[in-house]
């Protein structure tokens, strides 16, 4: 019979087992004022060393709460836009001003737990970002029955009762990939109109464009998977990914934009997407080369000229470019029959309404 002090020392390994806290070992370095956010990422499998891929991706802040600041804000916005909240809007603004105002903490250690198994990550960055690229066997994933989705802890003292969680999407070699805009491809954002934009931004209801999230339930099935490419600063995704979940559309990775008011990094706010996108877009490609894409963005910016390039360098994995039209042009325009000329018709298309894109499904 097993005695009080191996049951106990047994029932111990089981709680840490379960726990995001540990009685020794490294632990991430997350005070009680700090928060810690990971951002969903996507696995790859390297069949000729049979081991995953595993991007870990994060950011830890100090939530900023400046008065001073957020009314400068607020006067510019009414000075110059004539944008000023209101008192269902107010909630709104301050949160996410907050978020872009956040204090970034840098060279914070964070180590993570998942598999039964602890990872130290680099420190972050004077960003507050912090990210790796783990290499981890493929049977070590199979034993801990990890399948299309690993769940994943940050180690925390035991003193602190938090729990930070996140999740890397684990997408099979094959399959079919939807990489997506956000602005104006399934939120409805205005960027040409810079008032709209503003106003949608900080003091409205994130709105899913109509039907978007059901065209893309419809498209991908349990091999299919979602990447977001948009030019929303990093600082907006807890409050984008909230948006995205709840307006229904399927689990996706996200890269977005990085920028910081203290640095030169100020200036990628403003960057053209011909300049930030291509690179996020072939990374992803190349990750999964035997993966077939379809890119979907809209004609307020950019992305037809983003995609046009990218289908050059991809002809094989690209299936189908959409372009959802929010500048009132035509698809025999000069801006699209420039781009798409060596295109079959079948191989874009201009939409005003997902409704449009359904009939064009395989």
Do not use: C
């Amino acid at each position: 019979m097993m005695s009080p002090v191996y049951s106990f020392v047994f029932l111990l390994i089981l709680l840490m087992g379960q726990s995001n806290h540990v009685l020794a070992g490294p632990v991430s370095e997350v005070k009680k004022d700090e928060t810690l956010v990971f951002f969903n990422t996507s696995a790859w499998l390297n069949p000729q060393t049979d081991q995953w891929h595993i991007p870990i991706h994060g950011w830890i802040y100090e939530t900023a709460d400046s008065s001073i600041r957020k009314n400068l804000i607020a006067d510019a916005m009414e000075k110059f836009y004539g944008l000023s909240t209101k008192p269902h809007s107010q909630t709104l603004f301050d949160q996410r001003v907050n978020l872009l105002l956040a204090d970034n903490e840098s060279n914070k250690s964070i180590v993570i737990r998942f598999a039964n198994r602890t990872y130290s990550l680099p420190a972050s960055a004077s960003n507050g970002h912090f990210k790796k690229v783990l290499l981890v066997d493929a049977k070590i994933i199979t034993a801990a029955g990890i399948k299309n989705q690993l769940n994943f802890q940050a180690v925390l003292s035991k003193r602190d009762h938090r729990s930070f969680n996140g999740q890397v999407n684990m997408l099979a070699s094959q399959g079919l990939s939807i990489i997506s805009d956000i602005d104006d491809t399934i939120k409805i954002s205005a960027v040409t109109n810079r008032k709209e934009l503003l106003n949608h931004t900080f003091y409205l209801d994130f709105e899913a464009v109509p039907g978007m999230a059901d065209l893309y339930k419809h498209l991908l099935n349990d091999q299919g998977a979602l990447h977001f490419v948009s030019s929303s600063p990093w600082q907006l995704y807890p409050a984008l990914v909230d948006f995205i979940d709840k307006a229904g559309f399927p689990n996706a990775d996200y890269a977005l934009k990085s920028f910081r008011f203290k640095d030169s990094t100020l200036f990628n706010l403003f960057a053209s997407s011909l300049d930030t996108k291509p690179p996020e877009i072939i990374k992803i490609i190349e990750n999964y080369p035997s993966r077939k894409f379809i890119l979907v963005g809209d004609s307020g910016e950019k992305d037809p000229e983003v995609y046009a390039k990218i289908q050059q360098q991809f002809p094989q994995q690209i299936l189908r470019i959409w372009i959802r039209n929010v500048t009132g042009e035509k698809a025999d325009d000069d801006r699209f029959q420039s781009l798409f000329n060596e295109l079959q018709s079948d191989q874009w298309q201009l939409f005003s309404t997902a409704d449009e894109i359904l009939p064009l499904i395989d």
